[in-house]
Nanobody
């Protein structure tokens, strides 16, 4: 059974930092690119960041570029999202997702590409 379990969300003030984690089990982690998405209140789910299966390349949405950093530890089967300089508009439920890429270098922004999803973790940034 494939499981993606996010943690690390919370309530913080603007300018603060949070680090989200996503622990993965039940799949060959190195065959999957990993992504983070978010859904703000009343809005659709949008792409935040993605990381190559090896960790060697990353991709970010313009809205978080320079503030968020994605990383992964393949030994721990975990992907992280370090979020710095948080803004109220970052308030959302954050989801991690796994894209089965096998040996390709695909980093997709499309949520339809991803095969497995976590349950989400709430991030709330107060002004």
């Amino acid at each position: 059974q494939v499981r993606l379990v996010e943690s690390g969300g919370g309530l913080v003030q603007a300018g603060a930092s949070l680090r989200l984690s996503c622990q993965v089990s039940g799949l060959i982690f190195q065959h999957y690119a990993m992504g983070w998405f978010r859904r703000a209140p009343g809005k659709g789910r949008v792409f935040v960041s993605a990381i190559h299966r090896s960790g060697g390349s990353t991709h970010y949405a313009d809205s978080v570029l320079g503030r968020f950093t994605i990383s992964r530890d393949n030994d721990k089967r975990t992907v992280y999202l370090q979020m710095d300089s948080l803004k109220p508009e970052d308030t959302a439920v954050y989801y991690c997702a796994a894209d089965r890429v096998i040996l390709t270098g695909r980093l997709s922004e499309a949520d339809s590409t991803y095969d497995y999803w976590g349950q989400g973790t709430q991030v709330t940034v107060s002004s």
